[in-house]
């Protein structure tokens, strides 16, 4: 490919070492019948080492410099030249009639984004394979109580299982970045909740860390359900929001469903 410098705007650290590739396809192992969807594939690097395994393969790149060459290097996968965050992802998984695996060297810049995108659609997501910022990594296995415990480890833990398969130097990436990568794969599961549920489980969440040093009562009374009376919630309005655990969480959201659509 020709020399592309990569572009800051973009979020963009290309990933150069081949050993540290090989480990990451690897651990994507995809069979046959997977559909693997890549954010970000830039230069190819990860792209070389996923299109030699996979039969079913698209890349989604919002970098127009590289979308023609990517199209030519590897013949037959869809290269889609868009923003991720703008992609449909439930259009793809059912014009491809399957699952997506979704696998990429994420900005690091919209990881958040792109998780909650995911959890929008885990229901067409089978799992990612995912380089990210290794601080961020450690906030999605965060323990009840901790100070990285907060809003992405409680959305995401209800809704996927997840392991950090490696931490990533950054001298394996050009320009070096200035912090520490992860390689994680997250499981998604199915909990069965609907629509509306997972709508204010993940309301519920970002209501309650709103004001993370103030107490749950405190926190809640400046969200959007500020006019909802907890008293009846079962939940210690003293404590603050990481102290809460997940099935708390699920009750305190639940309470806030029941309650907040009859009061509208």
């Known amino acids: 490919m020709q020399k592309v410098r990569p572009l800051k705007r973009f979020g963009q650290n290309y990933l150069v070492d081949e050993n540290i590739l090989g480990k990451i396809a690897d651990e994507i192992n995809p069979s046959d019948n997977d559909f693997i969807l890549e ?15 996979a039969k079913k393969f698209s890349v989604v790149e919002i970098d127009s410099r590289v979308v023609e060459e990517l199209s030519n290097k590897f013949p037959g996968i869809e290269v889609i030249h868009k923003d991720v965050l703008d992609l449909d992802l439930q259009k793809i998984a059912e014009r491809k009639n399957s699952k997506l695996r979704v696998v990429g060297n994420i900005p690091y810049n919209i990881t958040s984004q792109i998780l909650f995108k995911m959890i929008d659609n885990l229901d067409v997501i089978e799992d990612a ?14 323990r009840q109580g901790t100070k990285d415990y907060g809003i992405l480890a409680v959305i995401m833990q209800l809704f996927a299982d997840i392991n950090i398969c490696f931490k990533v130097s950054p001298n394996v990436f050009y320009p070096k970045p200035k912090v520490n990568s992860a390689v994680v794969h997250i499981y998604f599961k199915d909990t069965r909740l609907s629509k509306e549920e997972k709508k204010f489980y993940i309301q519920t969440v970002k209501a309650a860390f709103g004001n ?3 107490t749950l009562k405190n926190s809640l009374s400046n969200s959007i359900f500020g006019n909802l009376n907890f008293k009846d919630s079962n939940i210690d309005l003293s404590l603050r929001a990481e102290q809460l655990s997940i099935n708390e969480f699920i009750l305190l959201a639940k309470f806030v469903q029941n309650n907040f659509t009859q009061s509208k």
Do not use: D, W
């Open 39 to 53: 954010i970000g594939p830039g230069l190819g690097a990860l792209t070389k080492h996923i299109f030699e395994r």
């Open 129 to 142: 394979v995912l380089m990210m910022q290794f601080e961020v990594a450690q906030r999605l296995n965060a």
């Open 212 to 214: 993370r040093r103030k």
